[in-house]
């Protein structure tokens, strides 16, 4: 098949090359210690409810069309309050005990890690976070997802506080609206939030007994547990790293990777055609997770991407169990330095193996 514009853009890869990391873990993001404040203020209230006091995306009603109204633009874009008259209601979990929040430390930096076991909140809280409280709708077989550019207006307003006493930033003449669009061009990290949201389920709606030496369903939930926040935190890795994050396979097949290796200690080429929604035969039924990363290309063009994705997961798990890599900074900086042609290729495992090979004493 002759690559398109398309695929030559999907297969291009991480553009920009890393040969070595700063020092490790990476810093924080001004926000994490925010919410390390968030979760000392909840006292005894539910973690949702106090931070409907701080999110106003977490207080709006779901309903499509609600961010082209003016409620919303007065909320989200001006900073108003948030008031429940104006919006006819306001959002509410159908079991925010369950909801949890933890800061998680990783070698990219820490995030906070929103996580709940009830689907229907897990799906209410990404159109919230990641959707502008649209209701969209969520595959079946996604259960996490790593959101950034996040609008805090809890954080804008302690930076007027500090601006209107002259401690940050303070141009002479310059009102606080133009202060704040310079900023949130200029360093927009001061005002945006990252935060990663699990729905706590089977990795990729798989069985325990789909998964090789996979005891049962408890010990499997809790390695689906590790497994995705390990991948999410990768996607985040190549974010700091590299200044990009994609949805696509190569991003999929490197965290999976990354989360395969950390939970059940090595890479499974089958678990990850399972995990990704995928039969034996290389079709993709309807709701399928990997049609996530599948979105503008033609039919023919998303079966090409698959073929070649499932030969680069073959030569993977090859490649590792010959030259066995933790899941750390060595193994992302790797996989990232190869594209999915590269990997699939008829000599894709010894491409792999020396690759890693270059990487091997990075973390």
Known sequence: ??????????????????FSLPDLPLAEEPHVGRWREYLRMRHDRDIFASLQERLPQLCIPQHPGISASAAYAAVMKRGALFSATDFNGRLTLERPDLLTLEIHSHFAGA????????????????????????????????????????????????????????QVFKVPGERWGAALQRVAKEEP???RDRVVLLHQAPYGSVCYSDVPGMPDAATWLAASGKLRIEHEFTHYATKRIH??????????????????TASLGAFSAPLFRRCMGIDDKARIPQGARAWEYLQGLSQAEAMAVVDLT??????????????????????????????????????????????????????
């Open 310 to 363: 499932l030969k680069a997961a073959e030569h993977l798990q090859r490649a590792l169990t010959m030259r066995p890599c933790p899941a750390g900074p060595g193994l992302v900086l790797g996989l990232t330095s190869l594209t999915l042609p590269q990997m699939a290729a008829s000599d894709g495992v010894e491409i792999i193996s020396s690759t890693l090979d270059r990487f091997a004493g990075e973390g």
């Open 243 to 260: 200044g990009q994050m994609h949805s696509n396979m190569l991003d999929e097949l490197i965290a999976d990777c990354m989360g395969f």
């Open 189 to 191: 990290e001061i005002i």
């Open 1 to 18: 098949m002759k690559e398109s514009q398309d695929l030559e853009l999907y297969f291009q890869g991480f553009v920009t090359p890393v």
């Open 111 to 166: 995030l906070p890690v929103l996580a709940t076991t009830h689907r229907e909140d897990f799906v209410r809280l990404v159109n919230a976070i990641g959707n502008r409280c649209e209701p969209a709708t969520i595959p079946d077989g996604v259960h996490a997802k790593c959101i950034g550019g996040i609008n805090n207006w809890d954080r804008v307003n302690l930076l007027h506080d500090l601006w209107n006493k002259g």
